[in-house]
């Protein structure tokens, strides 16, 4: 056996290229008789390849906003209409409206077609008429109403309806004659509820905006209303309640002396905007060795602008993307942020990230949870490969993580690469594998570097020893 050494330092001639291209000083020729082999002896480099990059095209996010303009003013709902008859002086129940008696709990019920009143008190009678038209809201309406013996459910009937709360109207009269000593104040309280069992309170959106207050200089049949308070809503209840709080004590005789004189609720259509324009925007990570903290941190930064957030589970290492939605939005208003889809253009960023789909729709404060845990070891082997011509060929089954994929010659060895950053990578060939070549001339050997994603890389240090072994044929 003939024995041809080569002791390769890849700074030389090529530190910047993707491969290593030996230039034998004299041909290695190879005769009927005999037979070649190449033998890897030892590798040795600096892990000094960032796990983001451009170059592994996994530094990009593409955020896709679709403008929203709300251009609707929520409209009333037409409970009025649908349970009086406002043709007739004084306006009287359609002959289709229903009224019915719980005086086990003390509720009348009117029923229309489309909606259902519910009103609570503890004077209910069977057959005696207690309420009065307050989505009518004339100045003589006077109902009936403390926080502590009263409420309004609203019930929707017609289960297509599909728009919800958004805003509402109502007034409180002084009926009594009495002059006020401290200012008394009121608040509407509203929930919603899908079954009339469970409420859920229904924030007022700006503060105090529902606060109604009569002084010592109100006096008797002064009527005081807040008109549109906006709400923070965006579900469509079956019910709707409405109660008062106020500044009285259960005992005060003067509890009673203030009644509700008007009730308007105007409601938002599933979908209260138009689509405007399309932005996309590519949010660039910056080349780098990153840690699950640092990628999720610096992820967090590039979305934050866009009222999205990004956390890391601690339990399971699977991302969570909000779009965080503070709804404080009244018409008319643009939001440059209506929707956001969140796109991850290769597998090498969708490995990272742990998301599977390359395009990803978010919905308004909800957590978006990634399929499985992230994944920052973007070169778990570096592989090598050379344009000698194997006699028994290798096979592989590697997975494209970009568009810089490329086809792998003849795999000579991979190496483990998942070491700390900054580390030295050293293999040596205890195993003795050499593979024999069909070639019969030698004038250059050119290795090339992949990871295994089939990406080549351009690993600026390497030092190699191997060696072409020449046999006789026996």
């Known amino acids: 056996m003939i024995q041809y050494n080569f002791y390769i330092d890849k700074n030389k001639d090529n530190k910047y290229n993707n491969y290593i291209d030996v230039k034998l000083d004299h041909p290695i020729i190879c005769y009927d008789d005999e037979y070649l082999k190449i ?34 003013q929520p409209s009333l709902m037409d409970i009025l209409e649908d349970i009086y008859d406002t043709t007739q002086t004084p306006v009287i129940y359609n002959s289709s409206t229903v009224l019915s008696y719980d005086t086990d709990n003390d509720i009348q019920f009117i029923t229309g077609t489309n909606f259902k009143i ?38 929707k009937l017609d289960n297509t309806n599909t728009d919800y709360l958004r ?31 469970t409420y859920y309170n229904i924030p007022i959106m700006v ?7 009569f002084t010592s200089q109100n006096i008797q049949d002064a009527i005081i209303d807040r008109v549109r308070i906006n709400l923070i ?24 002396g203030f009644k509700l004189n008007s009730l308007k609720l105007f409601s938002w259509t599933q979908q209260p905007y138009t689509i405007g324009s399309n932005t996309t925007t590519d949010l660039i990570i910056p080349d780098g060795f990153y840690k ?13 602008p866009y009222n999205v957030d990004i956390t890391l589970n601690s339990l399971n290492n699977k991302v969570n993307i909000t779009h965080n939605l503070v709804d404080t939005i009244t018409y008319p208003f643009t939001d440059p ?104 001339t030698i004038n250059n050997i050119l ?26 044929l026996k």
């Open 337 to 440: 942020n209506g929707l956001i889809i969140l796109q991850f253009t290769t597998l090498n960023i969708r490995n990272n990230i742990g998301i599977y789909n390359e395009f990803n729709t978010l919905i308004y404060n909800n957590a978006f949870v990634g399929d499985t845990n992230i994944d920052l070891v973007n070169f778990k082997k570096i592989i090598l490969t050379t344009n000698l011509d194997f006699t028994n060929k290798t096979h592989n089954d590697l997975i494209g993580g970009n568009n810089a994929e490329t086809g792998v010659g003849n795999i000579l060895l991979w190496i483990d690469n998942d070491e700390a950053p900054f580390t030295c990578i050293k293999y040596k060939n205890y195993e003795d594998s050499s593979y024999r070549i069909e070639n019969k």
């Open 207 to 213: 503060t105090d905006s529902e606060l109604i207050t």
């Open 233 to 256: 809503n965006r579900i469509n209840y079956k019910y709707y309640k409405f109660s008062l709080n106020s500044s009285f004590e259960q005992l005060d005789p003067l509890i009673n």
């Open 118 to 155: 519910h009103y609570k008190d503890f004077q209910i009678i069977d057959g005696v008429d207690s309420f009065d038209n307050i989505f009518y809201g004339t100045t003589p309406i006077e109902l009936k109403f403390n926080e502590f013996d009263n409420y309004i459910i609203v019930e």
């Open 292 to 304: 699950s903290t640092t990628y999720i941190s610096k992820i967090k930064e590039l979305l934050t």
């Open 447 to 472: 290795f090339t570097i992949y990871n295994e994603k089939t990406q080549k890389i351009d690993l600026d240090n390497m030092l190699i020893h191997f060696e072409i072994q020449k046999f006789r």
């Open 39 to 72: 033998k890897i002896l030892d590798i040795q480099y600096l892990n000094n390849l960032y796990n983001v990059s451009s170059k592994l095209q996994n530094n990009i996010i593409k955020i896709n906003r679709t403008t929203f303009i709300y251009d609707q």
């Open 167 to 197: 805003q509402v109207s109502y007034g409180i009269k002084k009926t009594t004659a009495n002059s006020l000593t401290d200012d008394e104040t009121f608040r509407i309280i509203v929930k919603g509820s899908h079954d009339n069992i």
